[in-house]
C-alpha cells in the first residue's frame, strides 16, 4: 500500500484533503452567506494539507471582519471549520484557513522575524527567545531555525508561548 493510502477507507491522501477542502468550503461559504459577506473560497493542498483561503475581488479589507485583531477571529473560524470537516467525514483535520491572505502576510513577517533571529544566535552564539506567537507562527519560525541547522523549543503557556532559538545544532540520531 502507497504512503498516501489509508488502510481504513482506501482513499488516497490527495483524495481524503480534497474532500476537507470540499467540506470546509461548503461551511464556510454559508458561513459568509449568514454574515453577509462576499467572497469567493479558494482550495488547495500545501504541505500534505488542504488549504482553504477566503478572498475578495471587491476589497481586501472587506473581510477583516473574519481576520480580527492580530488574526485571533481567523484562528476561532479555523478551530471551526475543522471542527465541522470532522463532524462531516469523521477524522480529524489539519486543515490550513486563510483570509484575505493574512496568513500568508503574516508567514512572510514571521519568515523574516526568524531569518534575523538565526543571524543574531549564529552571530552572538547566545540563545534568543521571541515574543508570544500563535501556533502557526511559531511553526513557521521552527521550521525556518531546523532548516538553518540549528535547534529550537516553545516555552511558556497559551497564550504566551513563545519560541526559544538555541545557537548549537539538532543532536543526531534523535
Known amino acids: 500500500m502507497t504512503s498516501d493510502a489509508t488502510p481504513e477507507n482506501g482513499k488516497t491522501l490527495v483524495a481524503r484533503l480534497e474532500e476537507e477542502g470540499e467540506v470546509a468550503a461548503d461551511y464556510l461559504e454559508e458561513l459568509l452567506d449568514i454574515a453577509d459577506l462576499d467572497?469567493?473560497?479558494d482550495l488547495d493542498i500545501h504541505h500534505e494539507r488542504a488549504a482553504v483561503e477566503v478572498v475578495s475581488e471587491d476589497s481586501p479589507r472587506s473581510l477583516d471582519v473574519l481576520v480580527g485583531k492580530d488574526g485571533e477571529v481567523l484562528?476561532?473560524?479555523?478551530?471551526?471549520?475543522?471542527?465541522?470537516?470532522?463532524?462531516k467525514t469523521g477524522e480529524r483535520s489539519r486543515l490550513m484557513l486563510d483570509v484575505g491572505g493574512f496568513r500568508a502576510g503574516r508567514r512572510a513577517e514571521i519568515e523574516s522575524l526568524a531569518g534575523d533571529t538565526i543571524a543574531r544566535v549564529q552571530d552572538s552564539g547566545e540563545t534568543v527567545s521571541l515574543a508570544p506567537m500563535n501556533a502557526f507562527e511559531r511553526k513557521v519560525v521552527h521550521?525556518?531555525?531546523a532548516a538553518a541547522g540549528l535547534t529550537s523549543d516553545s516555552a511558556g503557556m497559551e497564550p504566551?508561548?513563545?519560541v526559544v532559538v538555541h545557537p548549537g545544532a539538532a543532536p543526531s540520531g534523535d
Open 143 to 145: 521550521d525556518a531555525v
Open 160 to 162: 504566551h508561548r513563545y
Open 39 to 41: 467572497g469567493d473560497i
Open 75 to 87: 484562528e476561532a473560524l479555523q478551530d471551526l471549520t475543522r471542527l465541522a470537516v470532522q463532524a
